[in-house]
């Protein structure tokens, strides 16, 4: 069954050159022109990814993208004509996963979606990996969930990536060069801030006091690594 992306933009120019270029590459599409159709769309349809644009009539991309976080973990990119780092920055605080700044490249569009749908599709080869627990958090990376307690945590896909390669790796301190390396599977060309949201949000996620993190812990001047330790 082929994937499901619904694309939101108020530019029927750019929604119908994504959809060619989307449907061309076996995904089928969904298209919404403003805030309130988004979220209707999205409402009526089981969708794999959201290209979301920013500057929207009626609601724009920010608010469509925390509706869709109170009650999804799809995958969310979004895309603005804009330069400011803190639109870009704004969106990732929200629960976006990615953000691409108009105009761009349909390779990299393409590109993205690939990585991010790879990234979901890949699963452990060992039975006794598919579910990891430290201390009281359990994490599938089969399902791809969370639950700290005994209560579902809700990551974002990034954010369970994040912490995939954390557990996956404990001990080892990764950059935000090597995380973005890693993780985001492609030569970003972005603010390396990218990786400092997205930790942070992780930590509000799963740290009880996240200034006093249990298991994501900062290496200053390097980066980031994770620790079971008592």
Known sequence: MPKKILLVDD???????????????GYETLTAMDGEEALSVFAANQVDLVLLDVMLPKMDGIQVCQRIREQSNVPIIMLTAKGEDMDKILGLEYGADDYMTKPFNVLEVKARIKSIFRR???QPHTEEKKVVRVHDMEVNLVNRSVTLGGKDVRLTAKEFD???LFIQNRGKVFSREAMLETVWKYDYMGDA??????????????ERIPSQPE????KWGVGYYFTDKD
């Open 193 to 206: 801030r990218t990786v400092d949201v997205h930790i942070r949000r992780l930590r509000e996620k799963i």
């Open 120 to 122: 979901a599709s890949q």
């Open 11 to 25: 530019e029927p120019l750019m929604l119908k050159g994504l959809k060619y270029s989307l449907e061309q590459e």
């Open 162 to 164: 994040l912490l995939q």
């Open 215 to 218: 298991f994501i812990f900062t």
